[in-house]
Nanobody, 124 residues
Framework: QSQLVESGGGLVQPGGSLRLSCAAS????????IAWFRQAPGKEREGVSC????????TYADFVKGRFTISRDNAKNAVYLQMNSLKPEDTAIYYC?????????????????WGQGTQVTVSS
C-alpha cells in the first residue's frame, strides 16, 4: 500500500524551530514532486513549499520565505521541511503531498497522494 507519513510536528515557542519529515512507503519518491501544505483551524488549506523530483527546483510561499527550507533525500525516500523563526501564525496541520512527474504545481488538486498530517503549534 502506497502512503506518505509525516512526522516531526509538535509544540514550539515563537522563534523556535522544527524539522518535519515526509516518508514514503510503497512507492519511490524520486519520480515525484513533493509539496508541503498546511491548514489552520477555520482557514483554507494553503501551499507552503514544493520541491521538484530531482531537488533542483524549490518554491516557497511568501509568508515562509527566508524561514523555511525544503529538501529531499531520494536515497532515503524522504522529504524534509526545516522551519525556523516560527511564528504563532504558523500553527496548523502540515501535510506532505506527492505529484507524479518532475515539476511542482501550485494547485493542491494536482497532488494525488497525501499524508495524514502532523500538528505544528507555535505558542508561548
Amino acid at each position: 500500500q502506497s502512503q506518505l507519513v509525516e512526522s516531526g510536528g509538535g509544540l514550539v515557542q515563537p522563534g523556535g524551530s522544527l524539522r518535519l519529515s515526509c516518508a514514503a512507503s510503497g512507492f519511490t519518491l524520486n519520480a515525484y514532486a513533493i509539496a508541503w501544505f498546511r491548514q489552520a483551524p477555520g482557514k483554507e488549506r494553503e501551499g507552503v513549499s514544493c520541491i521538484s523530483s530531482s531537488g533542483s527546483r524549490t518554491t516557497y510561499a511568501d509568508f515562509v520565505k527566508g524561514r523555511f527550507t525544503i529538501s529531499r533525500d531520494n536515497a532515503k525516500n524522504a522529504v524534509y521541511l526545516q522551519m525556523n523563526s516560527l511564528k504563532p501564525e504558523d500553527t496548523a496541520i502540515y501535510y506532505c503531498a506527492a505529484r507524479s512527474g518532475p515539476l511542482c504545481d501550485k494547485a493542491s488538486v494536482m497532488f494525488g497522494s497525501w499524508g495524514q498530517g502532523t500538528q505544528v503549534t507555535v505558542s508561548s
